[in-house]
């Protein structure tokens, strides 16, 4: 089994629409983290938890709220979501007590139409 | 912030030939990793380094973290179609802020 799961793994919706995508892990990991990647951009973060009451914004945070509701599960929505939110999304992992190494979920491919 | 500059952008090579990458910033870090992305999926680690200085190997693919702590290389030996994808190098700051940035990506397509 996956050691980093995320559900949906394709989603379509329309704009003005709230959306969650969830992040669940085993690796008993305290960091979370989740990134948007787009063409040619590479992977930007959006928001990153260290522990369950430790939320930080990322670099492109507006427009996304996140919950990080037990060690293990880590969900990212969009209140009302807009077309150019349409973008692959990832949840990754890292533990405290290691190195900056991250895990990375297989993905949620999300389109705003 | 702190960016990363990760070149060559996309390769097309024949199968059987060596490949290198590499990735450079004007910021210090304390960890290099490259990663794996293939279609669908997310991104795998493939390596990770530590120590400036450090070489190491996985199978065929041999990276090391540049001396001055500023630029890392990824080299890929004896290439397979299986190689396909696009790689990623990763900075990491170490300390109480464990947040990687990222290259922007080498896209490796090997021709049969």
């Known amino acids: 089994d996956a050691d980093v799961t995320q559900t949906p793994r394709n989603r379509i919706t329309k704009t003005g629409k709230r959306i969650m995508l969830e992040c669940s892990q085993t690796k008993g990991h305290d960091r979370m983290y989740w990134y948007r990647q787009d063409p040619g951009l590479g992977l930007r973060l959006i928001y990153y938890?260290?522990?369950?009451?430790?939320?930080n914004k990322g670099e492109i945070s507006d427009g996304y709220s996140v919950s990080r509701q037990a060690q293990a599960k880590f969900s990212l929505s969009l209140e009302s979501a807009i077309p150019n939110q349409t973008a692959l999304y990832f949840c990754?992992?890292?533990?405290?007590?290691?190195?900056?190494?991250?895990?990375f979920g297989p993905g949620t491919r999300l389109t705003v139409l | 912030g702190q960016q990363l500059n990760q070149s060559p952008q996309s390769m097309f090579i024949q199968e059987g030939e060596d490949v290198s990458m590499n990735c450079t910033s004007s910021?210090?870090?304390?960890?290099w990793l490259w990663y794996k992305q293939e279609p669908g999926e997310g991104p795998v680690l493939l390596i990770a380094?530590?120590?400036?200085?450090e070489l190491t190997s996985n199978g065929r693919l041999t990276a090391q973290f540049g001396i001055t702590r500023k630029d890392s290389f990824l080299n890929i030996s004896a290439s397979i179609p299986s190689d396909v994808g696009i790689y990623f190098c990763a900075g990491g700051s170490g300390g109480s802020n464990y947040k990687l940035t990222f290259g922007k990506g080498t896209l490796l397509t090997v021709n049969p």
């Open positions: 990754a992992t890292s533990d405290r007590r290691g190195t900056d190494t991250q895990y």
């Open positions: 380094l530590y120590k400036a200085g």
């Open positions: 938890s260290f522990d369950v009451k430790d939320i």
């Open positions: 910021s210090i870090f304390n960890t």
